[in-house]
Structures are given as structure tokens and as C-alpha cells.
């Protein structure tokens, strides 16, 4: 069985400061990772993901994360954060999908509510 | 393209009484997804149907809660009777066959008293 662990419940931080949202998981199989943001009032949207290649991933907005398989760490990083950017942020995984489907669900993290202060 | 909608936004019921929630997914995703999010804690997987049929229900606490997905098209969810510990907000999701993003509704909020 698979497990995610998001240690920070809240990171406060201020408006063009460096921001890091660490996720470990616990897998006996091979995963894909997600991350996933909740802005107030909105469903969760897809931030980024990382399913093969590259270990570091980025997304349109500015954020990047990095796949540590040793570490089993998916970390979210932004070297530069903006008031617009306070959200709560999940980190999730998913078994690979294996011969006969699998079902693609989504484990995910507790959740760590980023707020950038100006 | 319209995104996954949810019905109701928001429930307020009481203890025992019975509730529905509706979810329309992406039109042609055969895969939709329900999740509940309790007060503080993880968004934890309930059910998985590819068109009308039930793939995974592990995640379904109980036999309280049914869920269908009649046609292949929109899903309900139905908690009868509802408990306290039901409250929570409820995401569905919907992704087409054979990919791993999930689009994910903005989730009903249910509040049992």
C-alpha cells in the first residue's frame, strides 16, 4: 500500500521569498506523483506531475519539483513566490498502471496551505 | 469545454436523513473518481468507475453510501442514513481512458448535524 506524508501543515512566507513543500511517499511499487493545488474557493487543478524521464518537473506558473527515488521524496519548489500563490498545495501518488488496469487512484498527502503574506 | 461539475455546492442535513450528490464529468472521460476530504485530514479515494461499471469501491466506508453511474454519463453518490461523521467535502473526478491526469469538480460540501 502506498502512503504520503506532507510534514508542513501550514508554510507562511512572505510575498518574493523562496518556498519549499516537501512530500515523501511509501510505495512497494513504482508510482507516478502528482501535485495538486486548491486555490480558495475553486476544485483541486492539476499543478504538475511525474510519470518517467527527467527527475525535475516544472510547471507553467513558475513552480518545479523534483523526483529523489532514493529519498522517495517529490519536494515543491518555487524560488519566488507571489500573493496569487496562496493555496493549499497536495502532494499525491498513483500505482503504475500494470497489465489488466489499474485503477489510477490517487493516495494523497494531508495538504500544506501555502500563505504568502506582502 | 466545460469542466467536472458538482451538485450541490454546499448540504446541510440532519443525522438519519438521506442525501445525493450529483457529479457530471468531462464529456467521453470514461473515468470518474469520487473522493472525500474530512475536516483536517487527507482526500481519501472512495470509488473509481470506468463508464458504468464499478472498477475499484475499496475506498466506500460502508454500506451506507451507494454510488451509480447509470448510462455511463453523470454519477450520484448517496449516503442514507447520513451520520456525524459523514461531514466532509466530497471531489469527484474524471479522467479520459487510459490517462493519469484526473480533473477534479470543486467538491460538495457535506455538513451532518
Known amino acids: 500500500a502506498q502512503s504520503v506524508t506532507q510534514l508542513d501543515s501550514q508554510v507562511p512566507v512572505f510575498e518574493e521569498a523562496p518556498v519549499e513543500l516537501r512530500c515523501n511517499y511509501s510505495?512497494?511499487?513504482?508510482?507516478?506523483l502528482f501535485w495538486y493545488v486548491q486555490y480558495p474557493n475553486q476544485g483541486l487543478q492539476l499543478l504538475l506531475k511525474y510519470l518517467s524521464g527527467s527527475t525535475l518537473v516544472e510547471s507553467i506558473n513558475g513552480f518545479e519539483a523534483e523526483f529523489n527515488k532514493s529519498q522517495t521524496s517529490f519536494h515543491l519548489r518555487k524560488p519566488s513566490v507571489h500573493i496569487s500563490d496562496t493555496a493549499e498545495y497536495f502532494c499525491a501518488v498513483s500505482e503504475l498502471p500494470y497489465y489488466g488496469g489499474a485503477t489510477n487512484k490517487l493516495i494523497f498527502g494531508t495538504g500544506t496551505l501555502l500563505a504568502v503574506q506582502p | 469545454e466545460a469542466g467536472v461539475t458538482q451538485f450541490p455546492s454546499h448540504s446541510v442535513i440532519e443525522k438519519g436523513q438521506t442525501v445525493t450528490l450529483r457529479c457530471d464529468p468531462i464529456s467521453g472521460h470514461d473515468n470518474l473518481y469520487w473522493y472525500r476530504r474530512v475536516m483536517g485530514k487527507e482526500i481519501k479515494f472512495l470509488l473509481h468507475?470506468?463508464?458504468?461499471?464499478?472498477?475499484?469501491e475499496s475506498g466506500m466506508p460502508n454500506n451506507r453510501f451507494l454510488a451509480e453511474r447509470t448510462g455511463g454519463t453523470y454519477s450520484t453518490l448517496k449516503v442514507q442514513p447520513a451520520e456525524l461523521e459523514d461531514s466532509g467535502v466530497y471531489f469527484c473526478?474524471?479522467?479520459?481512458?487510459?490517462?493519469?491526469?484526473?480533473?477534479f469538480g470543486p467538491g460538495t460540501r457535506l455538513t451532518v448535524l
Open positions: 468507475f470506468v463508464k458504468e461499471s464499478k472498477q475499484d
Open positions: 510505495s512497494s511499487v513504482s508510482v507516478y
Open positions: 473526478a474524471s479522467s479520459p481512458e487510459g490517462d493519469n491526469e484526473q480533473f
